[in-house]
């Protein structure tokens, strides 16, 4: 076979082979050709720090101060400039990552990365997110509208400035070696709203609960299920709002008299797991932009200056979600030299790459942070079908459809039938999984089934809003009343909001829209599509109902994903909150503190004692052992402080222990797909079970006996000395907790490539401290393995006395290019538990100055 058969051969390869087998090869060229080469390669996409760049369409000149993090500050004359500026600089340094993201919001995966990521772009097609971001944008403010266009200018002005992907980013050099011809389309104000609606799937909810606990129904009693869904511990937990009620229709923090509520809870049938299972199926065919799961959630506290030792208030953030490489914020600052109505913006914090302004981070009056709420504001809607029609109150109605074109980089295009109901798009006709739903589905009071059921997804995020009105209203407001009025414009995804400025007050406040279901079901499960009275009401909770708190009686207020409210609040919320280990001990940490220092308060971020080590270590203790190595975990139990840092041996034994009690009380009950993941809600389930030993839940179905609690523990003990021993070492003085629990920053497109040389180019790997439902909150899955699946993505201390002695890190670095200085240098101060100075005055700024680029207009 001559040179050209064999080339033609070649080409005939799936298009992911020839992408390995070009990457491999160039990457060996690389290698074979020296540091210079490789060098040229991997520094061609670093961006211009220093010196002058013009920038077409800016009306003045914008200075842009880099400290040695690459942390860029931002000064213009305007709020076109300003934004312009933010977002030449955040191509600068992200672009390949929000390239992705778009492709990701628009559904357009496949044109990058073949047919792989097919059913991800079907899935988003259906859904709509650009089509709901294009509706969005002429509901914006015109200055929401202007500071999009700016922005999206000054990504473009990069893009123009550099005509060779090569120039960009490594991962398009990558790309390219593999056969992709591509060149980025011009940014556009809709690329950055989409990504707002990446957020907002990540932190929708509980709808995987929704299914699960159908699923448990099939062979569990109502009484069982209900064990394995404990309400929240109101006794040992306090909400976020314990204080205040709902009076004619306005929270009032000061009121006493509680509302009532009482859900009604529809039965379910067994009939209809096998269709809410593939639509959960179908639903993780979108990746974790931000992550999901029970460690997807936030550490937010703010103290009044009564409990400040800088005498003002103090506020720590930390939200937790999915772990990647560059890490999901940004950090910067945006100041107008002069501040006017025409340029009003002195802020600084974390941003989205992508989206202009700060999402999370202080001005020069007040300070704000993020945690999730979680309410249930979505629903499966299970619809009859008849053809291209569908059921509602006795009558068919037809479908509405559209077909969308999506461009695969391997294959020729599919055409994609999108189909939808007055609730939603139908969700089973985007995946293979789902394909059989209607064949499975019965539903209550269901009429002949006739061609079956579809499922339908209502939820807020498909309804167009002004959230991005919100961002720079939070980044503009100076006061109480100004936060409050930003808050209200915050749609989706509906976020705890704490808060504190520098006349010394704090406050909370929940916003987000949150519907009002006809029937006053909560929404825990999937309702039959056909029957009017279980459509939302088309309203949703107002603003003023939702809770708050100013100034409270107690001086602090801690949110870390517990329930907001107690159940005297009328209206329903959700009953899937985090179970409160977290929020409980960071509280009980503030009451024991008294004045809290701003080391203090950092410090607490990374507080990794284990609440629930504390309640099942003096049971494993109890338990008689066989001596040897059988009983060395328990002599290291003995001694253990029950804090997990990454050295700890006590901390790996036990959470080998943890999995394993997981997986022998509970592998038995369920299906793998809804198998204990060991967070915050099993914590509360185990800690019930420990005090009923012969509960039926510690027998094993699989063998003749009955097992009891103990039975189960020891069993559970002696597998985890064999494992600790395989992973790591006969001898209890080498084992780790970091060792097992490793936190990998992996890119997310080619570090997840499979080909090893390409995913060493890209990802970083450390060993950790902390774990799941700690304040450290390095959480893990317990169906998985040890590996960290979602952590703290940033960690900051505002101090409202002194802004210059505020605290911040992010969990990578602020550049997105691999092997730039600034890439992961901050990970390597956030694994230790370190954080940075946050500079925010210009004198402050200037003494950490490492590069001044200077913005000049022309061109």
Request: proline share 6%; glycine share 8%; hydrophobic share 40%.
């Amino acid at each position: 076979m001559n040179l050209q058969e064999r080339w033609r051969v070649f080409r005939a390869w799936p298009w992911g082979a020839r992408w390995a087998i070009w990457v491999s090869l160039g990457l060996a060229l690389v290698l074979l050709a020296g540091t210079i080469t490789g060098v040229v390669l991997v520094r061609r996409p670093f961006p211009q720090l220093d010196g002058e760049i013009e920038v077409p369409g800016l009306e003045a000149e914008v200075t842009v101060i880099r400290d040695g993090n690459g942390i860029p500050q931002i000064y213009a004359d305007s709020t076109a400039d300003l934004m312009q500026a933010q977002g030449f600089v955040h191509a600068q340094d992200r672009f390949y990552e929000m390239d992705v993201r778009r492709h990701i919001t628009a559904g357009r995966l496949s044109e990058l990365f073949g047919r792989t990521t097919l059913e991800t772009d079907k899935a988003v097609r259906t859904m709509g997110w650009r089509r709901v971001a294009e509706r969005e944008l002429a509901l914006l403010e015109p200055e929401t509208r202007s500071a999009l266009e700016s922005y999206a200018d000054g990504v473009n002005a990069y893009l123009d400035q550099h005509s060779s992907t090569s120039e960009i980013s490594l991962e398009y050099t990558v790309l390219r070696a593999g056969g992709l011809d591509y060149q980025p389309e011009p940014w556009t104000p809709v690329d950055s709203l989409a990504w707002l609606k990446a957020m907002a799937w990540d932190l929708r909810g509980n709808m995987d609960d929704e299914v699960a606990r159908v699923m448990l129904s099939v062979n569990h009693t109502p009484e069982q299920v209900d064990q394995l869904y404990p309400a929240y511990p109101f006794a040992d937990h306090d909400p976020i709002v314990n204080q205040g009620a709902l009076v004619d229709g306005r929270y009032e923090p000061d009121a006493t008299s509680p509302g009532s509520r009482n859900p009604a809870r529809p039965a379910y049938t067994a009939d209809q797991v096998s269709a809410l299972k593939r639509a959960r199926d179908g639903i993780d065919a979108i990746p974790a932009l931000l992550g999901h799961g029970d460690g997807i959630g936030s550490n937010s506290w703010v103290v009044d200056g009564e409990h400040s030792a800088t005498g003002a208030p103090l506020l720590a953030n930390d939200p937790h979600l999915g772990t990647s490489l560059p890490g999901i914020w940004y950090q910067v600052g945006l100041h107008c030299r002069s501040i006017s109505e025409a340029c009003p913006f002195e802020t600084s914090g974390f941003s989205f790459a992508g989206v202009p302004g700060v999402v999370i981070g202080h001005n020069a009056d007040i300070a704000w942070g993020f945690t999730n709420l979680g309410p249930d504001v979505s629903d499966l809607f299970l619809e009859r079908l008849d053809g291209n029609r569908w059921l509602y109150d006795g009558k068919l109605r037809p479908l509405r459809t559209r077909t969308e074109t999506i461009e695969v980089a391997d294959g020729d295009d599919f055409e994609l039938t999108v189909r939808e109901t007055d609730h939603g798009p139908l969700l089973s006709d985007v995946s293979k999984e789902l394909s059989t739903v209607g064949a499975n589905a019965e539903a209550p009071a269901g009429p002949d089934r006739g061609n079956g059921y579809a499922v339908a997804l209502k939820w807020t995020a498909l309804e167009p809003s002004n959230t991005a009105d919100a961002i720079l209203e939070l980044n503009k407001a100076s006061d109480w009343d100004e936060f409050r009025s930003a808050a209200a414009d915050f749609a989706v995804p509906s976020q705890n909001l704490v808060y504190a400025d520098r006349e010394g007050h704090i406050g909370y406040q929940a916003p987000g829209r949150i519907p009002i279901r006809k029937s006053g079901n909560d929404g825990s499960l999937p309702v039959a599509g056909w029957l009017p009275e279980n459509d939302w009401s088309g309203k949703y909770i107002p603003f003023d109902a939702l809770p708050k708190l100013f100034d409270p009686e107690e001086g602090f207020i801690v949110t870390a994903n517990q329930a907001v409210v107690d159940d005297s609040y009328p209206n329903y919320l959700t009953d899937d909150w985090d179970y409160g280990y977290r929020s409980q001990r960071i509280r009980d940490l503030i009451a024991a503190e008294g004045d809290l220092s701003i080391d203090e308060m950092t410090d607490m971020q990374t507080d990794d004692r284990s609440a629930l080590a504390d309640v099942v270590v003096p049971h494993l203790l109890d338990l008689r052992l066989p001596t040897g190595y059988r009983d060395d975990g328990q002599s290291v139990l003995a001694d253990w402080d029950h804090r997990q840092g990454a050295s700890s041996a006590g901390a790996a034994y036990f959470n080998v222990v943890w999995k394993n009690l997981l997986e022998l009380t509970f592998a038995d009950e369920m299906r793998e797909s809804i198998r204990p993941n060991g967070g915050s809600r099993w914590w509360a389930v185990v800690t019930d079970l420990l005090d009923r030993p012969a509960d039926p839940f510690w027998d094993d179905r699989s063998t003749d006996e009955v097992e009891t609690r103990d039975d189960i523990l020891r069993a559970a003990m002696l597998a985890a000395s064999d494992e600790i021993i395989r992973l790591m070492s006969r001898r209890p003085g080498e084992w780790e907790w970091g060792q097992l629990h490793r936190l990998e920053l992996r890119n997310q497109t080619l570090g997840t490539s499979g080909i090893g040389p390409v995913e060493a180019l890209f990802n970083r790997s450390f060993k950790v401290g902390g774990g799941s439902s700690l304040v450290n909150a390095t959480s893990w899955d317990a169906v998985e393995g040890y590996e960290v699946t979602s952590a703290p993505s940033m960690r900051m201390v505002v101090s409202l006395g002194d802004l210059d002695d505020s605290r911040w890190i992010n969990l990578t670095g602020n550049s997105g290019h691999a092997f730039h200085a600034n890439y992961t240098d901050q990970a390597e101060l956030f694994v230790e538990g370190k954080t940075l100075p946050w500079a925010f005055s210009k004198d402050a700024v200037e003494a950490r100055e490492e590069h001044r680029l200077t913005l000049k207009p022309g061109g």
